[in-house]
């Protein structure tokens, strides 16, 4: 490599025989190279590491040991001073539940706390933090929201999607230092994974500043692909086509392959966990529990989106939308045919953010849109298989269960999909998402140990592709970064075991050695 870029490929021999009195020789120990890895969606700021209470698994396995951290932190800040936590899933807790004020009260009596689940879609609060939020039991749930209740109808601290705010708004942000901080944080975590390029999840112009701040500085490592979050309604997004035009000539001559203006992220429906993604049949409440009558909802109405759809199409604005359930896919799908019946404009590339459970003519559709316009992108996460498998498996149910994340079907059928963390949701490593996509298993096997099935696994290199160059192209970066090609930039990760011949278990514990960005190291494992 030279100048940050690919120069040659080959064997040793052949490389040798390229070797200058100035070229600087390498020796990997024989250990396999891959490209740098691309996570094509993901939440990326470990902020949350700085200023809150990591509740995630494995650094907690219960919500005692949640309770407990929560105690300590009082003792260290005064009274009515905000505690925060992130990261909590159900899934992981031993206790098998969400939290609850009740489990925070006795440990935090003068403190307010909000315990945000890893999906950041729900939340606990303890009720100290419901009454300075005035949720009380004669309070309504608020349009796109639920307040959850016991059966005497008195809120049990956890609030769901917009019924969260009442609660959020009242904890004070975090300072630019400390975010900035945190996307320095997230580029260490993500490159000692073996991955260089990430795909943002939806961000607004002060996270947007962050970056910008973040590169000045040297700290934003990893080559950012940045998406707007749009607002839930239309006048508002109107506004946002300025700021993005703006951002975009503003920005370019600085930011080059390293930050990239890119895009909007669109919000259509809820989760998994909280049951609220919007799907044709009933969500489970448990194994074999029908929760009657739920169906999960859109998170904005559904006129507005099929017209933010249209506006950001017909402004040639690349979109990646949150969608999870078989209903929301369908009515995401329908929406992008509209657009482009309209402006039959190509290669925009809009994703399909999660796309868990597409039907089988749904698939059918994605083949068409790829084909004839290079839309409708699955940007999945097979890490969360792996991470939220054990609740996904109840609250799906059987005859869905199959269908979560058709990864094979995507492959037989030749449709380009692509992985991602969803970080923080789950932990920086493709190497999870991997494995998951060869055996489909959960981490605690609560339901057996293929609730999922197997039909839809597929091989360790087709995972790799998702995280390389099929995710690649969802950066618009294909001729950049994802394969190590003569002319792209020398992003590349040095790993323990080569993936093509690696059993699920050895992918999982597979630790990537050396990263480079650019052919500049960014990480070098301990004793490596
Ligand atoms: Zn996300």
């Not at 509740?55 to 951290?69: F, T």
Request: proline share 6%; with cysteine; hydrophobic share 40%.
């Amino acid at each position: 490599m030279t100048e940050g870029r690919v120069v040659a490929l080959g064997d040793t021999r052949e490389l040798l025989s390229l070797v200058a009195p100035h070229t600087e020789v390498l020796d990997l120990g024989g250990h396999p190279v891959t490209p740098g890895l691309v996570d094509s969606h993901c939440h990326f700021s470990a902020v949350h590491e700085i200023v809150t209470i990591d509740a995630a698994y494995p650094s907690v396995g219960s919500i005692k040991e949640i309770a407990a951290k929560v105690r300590e932190r009082t003792a260290t800040v005064p009274p009515g001073t905000w505690i925060v936590g992130t990261g909590w899933n159900e899934g992981t807790l031993a206790e098998r539940r969400y939290i609850v004020a009740a489990d925070l009260d006795t440990v935090s009596p003068d403190h307010p706390v909000w315990l945000s689940h890893a999906s950041e879609c729900y939340g606990a609060g303890n009720s100290l933090a419901l009454r300075l939020a005035g949720v009380q039991s004669s309070t309504t749930d608020p349009p796109h929201g639920r307040i959850e209740r016991d059966e005497e109808g008195r809120p049990t601290g956890v609030l769901i999607d917009a019924a969260q705010l009442a609660v959020t708004r009242l904890i004070p942000p975090p300072s630019q230092e400390d975010r900035i901080r945190g996307v320095a944080r997230a580029c260490e975590l993500f490159h000692a994974e073996g991955v260089t390029s990430v795909k943002d999840g939806g961000g607004d112009a002060q996270r947007w500043e962050d970056y910008l701040l973040a590169l000045e500085r040297g700290l934003l490592g990893i080559r950012t692909f940045f998406m707007w979050e749009a607002p839930r309604e239309l006048a508002p997004c109107n506004a946002l086509l300025g700021h993005i035009a703006g951002a975009k000539a503003s920005s370019a001559a600085r930011t080059g392959h390293q930050l990239m203006c890119g895009g909007v992220k669109i919000y259509l429906d809820g989760t998994t966990g909280a049951r609220t993604a919007w799907v044709y049949d009933d969500w489970y409440e448990g194994p074999g529990i029908l929760d009657g009558g739920n169906k999960g909802y859109p998170v904005v109405d559904a006129d507005v989106f099929r017209d933010q759809a249209k506006l950001f199409h017909s402004n040639g604005i690349h979109m990646s939308v949150h969608c999870i359930g078989d209903r929301a896919i369908d009515f995401c799908l329908d929406c992008y045919e509209e657009a482009l019946a309209e402006n039959p404009v190509a290669g925009l590339r809009h994703g399909l953010i999660h796309c868990h459970i597409p039907t089988h003519e749904a698939l059918d559709r994605i083949v068409e849109l790829q084909r004839r316009f290079d839309v409708a992108v699955p940007e999945t996460q097979p890490t969360f298989l792996w991470f939220l498998g054990d609740y996904y498996a109840a609250n799906f149910g059987p005859a869905r269960n199959s269908r979560l994340f058709p990864l094979r079907s995507y492959s037989m059928r030749g449709i380009n999909w692509t992985a991602g963390s969803d970080y923080p949701v789950t932990p920086s490593g493709p190497r999870y998402g991997i494995a998951a996509a060869m055996c489909r298993q959960t981490l605690l096997n609560r339901y057996g140990p293929h609730p999922f099935g197997v039909q839809e696994a597929i091989g360790p290199l087709e995972a790799l592709a998702a995280y390389s160059s099929q995710a690649a192209r969802q950066l618009f970066l294909e001729d950049w970064v994802g394969s190590l090609t003569p002319g792209k930039y020398a992003d590349l990760a040095v790993w323990e075991r080569d993936f093509g011949t690696v059993t699920p278990e050895e992918a999982r514990e597979n630790r990537c050695l050396l990263t480079m960005v650019g052919g500049r190291e960014v990480y070098r494992r301990h004793g490596f």
